[in-house]
């Protein structure tokens, strides 16, 4: 079956290091999103691609990156981990739909502590 | 203000209860709608699409007011495994392609036997 998958599940990690969380799909889907979850707050947007070779910023994306060299991956890099990103990340994707948007699937989030 | 907003909660109510949840949207020109469910320390899943005319899913109904900018999730018959966060979720953009979501913070229900 065709799914989403992240990993790890949970990190522990200092301030300062450079930390990388894994987004896979298996859905061949064109979009991808990475959102950070936290009280107060719901879902707020870090980074999108619509595919291959685009990036995109979203609503809170000082201090991460991401980058897409393939359909199936959008790895989302800490450049130097802080305190206020500790939080659950979820990586979602998606494909184009005609007449409208199609479904956000969503990976089962990372929980990342940054101490 | 935020662009969705949603009646925090916690509701908690008897199992068979029929419970309403309210959700506000600022950008006229969204599209698209959806509720989300998410269980305790899990992904978000979608529950239902929003049509404009309401639309009914089992014990699920959920209606759209474009003039009042206004969406609610409707649900009968309260069951325990009812008991989530329900996200209120927008698309802001043009139909045709997925795009970005804009998500609620959430309503969280608790049922209780």
């Known amino acids: 079956d065709a799914e989403i998958t992240q990993s790890p599940r949970h990190k522990i990690t200092e301030t300062g290091r450079q930390v990388t969380l894994a987004c896979h799909q298996t859905w061949n889907h064109n979009n991808m999103f990475w959102y950070r979850q936290d009280l107060g707050h719901g879902l707020r947007l870090i980074h999108y691609s619509y595919g291959v070779q685009d990036t995109n910023k979203g609503e809170v994306s000082d201090g991460y990156s991401v980058s897409r060299s393939n359909t199936e991956d959008l790895p989302l890099t800490l450049e130097s981990a802080a305190s206020s990103q500790t939080s659950v990340y979820f990586c979602?994707?998606?494909?184009?739909?005609?007449?409208?948007?199609?479904?956000?699937?969503f990976g089962p989030g990372t929980r990342l502590t940054v101490l | 203000r935020k662009e969705v907003e949603q009646d925090p909660g916690p509701f908690n109510v008897p199992e068979g209860a029929t419970v309403a949840f309210n959700c506000t949207y600022s950008?006229?020109?969204?599209?698209?709608f959806f509720w989300y469910r998410q269980d305790c320390r899990k992904e978000p899943k979608l529950l239902m699409s929003v049509y404009s005319s309401g639309n009914e899913d089992g014990r699920f109904t959920a209606q759209l007011n474009r003039a009042s900018q206004y969406i609610s999730l409707l649900i009968r018959d309260s069951k325990l495994s009812d008991s989530a966060t329900y996200l209120c979720?927008?698309?802001?953009?043009?139909?045709?392609?997925?795009?970005?979501?804009?998500f609620g913070s959430g309503t969280q229900l608790t049922v209780l036997p």
């Open positions: 950008n006229s020109a969204s599209q698209s």
């Open positions: 979720v927008v698309n802001p953009r043009a139909s045709g392609s997925a795009r970005q979501l804009t």
């Open positions: 979602a994707s998606s494909e184009d739909g005609q007449g409208g948007p199609d479904t956000q699937y």
